[in-house]
């Protein structure tokens, strides 16, 4: 059973736009992360978010994460082309598995 | 920089086969993953391994088993290949603890015919 689902499952937006995506997770979480992955390419971890905070940022990202919702969102500003990939959230449960949701296609068109 | 090899990139097997995906990891990472992705599906966790010679089931542990008997490699293995196993595989490894990333190979793109 997948522990993450992000919403949209497509999202295309114009170079330049902001971008949001979203993740909700079913169960108690120690931390929450965002994965990208280019086409056919293994995955990069993008950014790690712990149960105790509410926002992160790093570069054009911010992620926030809210607990009592069980929901986590990734916003990247000012997008540009080379954004253009799948981005997944991750959760580690207990025996430290780390599992992913279904993920977002983003396109960013020119 | 941390490299995590998957010793194939693509690779065709007939149905029936026995099919070993190798995963070498050289930044001495506790635990090391077997994920299978499929289109609409995301990642599937199949394995999990927190040490040498140990090892956790994941979602769907049917029709696969693992090996690993070095701490740098966890290897997958196709008891008897179906095409319905045909897809994407990605391996990955972390250091154990909770705030840890994990760092992933390039992929093995396995079709069975």
């Known amino acids: 059973s997948q522990q993450g689902e992000e919403d949209p499952q497509a999202l295309s937006i114009q170079e330049g736009e902001n971008a949001t995506m979203n993740c909700s997770y079913k169960?108690?979480?120690?931390?929450l992360q965002w994965y990208r992955q280019n086409s056919g390419r293994g995955l990069v971890h993008l950014i790690l978010i712990r149960s105790n905070e509410r926002e992160k940022h790093s570069g054009r990202l911010r992620v926030t994460l809210d607990t009592s919702k069980k929901s986590s969102s990734l916003l990247i500003t000012a997008s540009r082309a080379a954004d253009t990939a799948s981005y997944f959230c991750a959760t580690v449960l207990l025996a430290q598995k780390l599992v992913f949701g279904q993920g977002t296609r983003l396109t960013i068109n020119p | 920089d941390v490299k995590v090899t998957q010793s194939s990139r693509y690779l065709v097997k007939r149905t029936g086969e026995k099919v070993f995906l190798e995963c070498v990891q050289d930044?001495?990472?506790?635990?090391m993953f077997w994920y299978r992705q499929d289109p609409g599906l995301g990642l599937r966790l199949i394995y999990f391994?927190?040490?040498?010679?140990?090892?956790e089931k994941g979602d769907i542990p049917e029709g696969y088993s693992v090996s690993r008997e070095k701490k740098e490699r966890f290897s997958l293995i196709l008891e008897s290949a179906s095409t319905n196993q045909t897809s994407m595989y990605l391996c990955a490894s972390s250091f154990r603890g909770w705030n840890t990333e994990a760092f992933f190979g390039q992929g093995t793109r396995l079709t069975v015919v």
């Open positions: 169960t108690s979480i120690n931390n």
């Open positions: 391994s927190y040490d040498v010679k140990m090892k």
């Open positions: 930044m001495d990472h506790e635990n």
